[in-house]
């Protein structure tokens, strides 16, 4: 397996800025990724998926990264399953299901990323994540061990799951009955129409950034419009006007502008309303102090 040298990450994340990693690797099959987490002996490492609820640092990471490809990328219909590899990315997932009239997958409607990445984020809507369809779910320790994990190991919960960081995801197998096609199709067509009128596709975002903090406060994007931030500038991250939950890159912008407008709706919030707002995004590469200043943890 080749390491590429000094890989910027900017370009591999939804939200396009970031500065780079030592070190990145593209594992296509099991064999390749087992070869390079035994050869990092145990040294930390991240995997990075469609890089859709990751910001990272304006300085990169100080670690290797992997991106896994090829193999990973599979989809099979199965009677009553669909079985499908880490790096399948979620619209083809999402459109195989409803194109074939499976059920169950509504929630998942116009979500980024990858289903590698949506197992380690739990990704889904509010009331429902990707594990309450899992039946299986294979991951890779850094041994090079494979082992499967069921929704009751793993212990999914709003945004993440209880199994180690050093473990890559490799796939699994979800459950996706038959049901009835046209009204599916029409579900989906619907909710997808919802999405795009009342959420940000037309620029560059990492999606939801906080997580809604429930009642009394309502929603995030309530707590970020009830304390005056929608529309907030650093210079070229904005909170956008259309969901004020969403901060989009106008071109250019830095992760130092993206953190700046996540601190000061943090602090507004705990200062105006009392609510402790928690991210719902990643932050890959930021100091301890700068992951405390919106509530993050290392």
């Not at 050869?39 to 991240?46: D, R």
């Not at 180690?164 to 459950?175: D, I, K, R």
């Amino acid at each position: 397996m080749r390491w590429e040298a000094d890989v910027s990450l900017a370009p591999l994340t939804r939200l396009g800025v970031g500065g780079p990693t030592p070190r990145l690797a593209r594992p296509d099959s099991e064999g390749s990724l087992r070869a390079v987490v035994q050869s990092l002996a145990g040294q930390p490492f991240l995997v990075l998926g469609g890089g859709a609820n990751t910001l990272v640092s304006d300085a990169g990471v100080e670690v290797p990264v992997l991106i896994l490809i090829g193999g990973f990328d599979r989809l099979e219909l199965l009677e009553g399953e669909i079985r499908t590899g880490a790096a399948t990315q979620i619209p083809a997932f999402v459109n195989q299901a409803r194109q074939a009239g499976r059920d169950g997958f509504l929630f998942l409607e116009a979500v980024p990323g990858t289903i590698g990445g949506a197992l380690r984020m739990n990704a889904g809507s509010a009331d429902t994540g990707l594990w309450n369809r899992a039946l299986w779910v294979e991951a890779m320790t850094p041994s090079g061990d494979t082992l499967r994990l069921t929704a009751a190991e793993a212990k999914p919960r709003y945004r993440g799951v209880d199994v180690p960081e050093e473990w890559v995801f490799l796939g699994g197998v979800f459950s996706a009955p038959a049901g009835d096609a046209e009204a599916i199709r029409k579900a989906h067509l619907e909710r997808r129409r919802q999405k795009v009128e009342t959420q940000v596709y037309d620029l560059p975002s990492c999606g939801s950034t906080w997580k809604n903090p429930g009642p009394p406060f309502g929603t995030a994007w309530e707590v970020v419009d009830r304390v005056g931030m929608r529309g907030a500038r650093r210079g070229n991250a904005l909170i956008t006007e259309k969901h004020a939950n969403f901060i989009a890159n106008l071109g250019g912008a830095r992760a130092e502008d993206v953190l700046a407008l996540m601190i000061e709706t943090r602090r507004r919030a705990r200062d105006d309303l009392g609510v402790e707002l928690e991210p719902e995004i990643r932050f890959w590469g930021f100091t301890e102090d700068e992951l405390c200043a919106v509530g993050a943890t290392a």
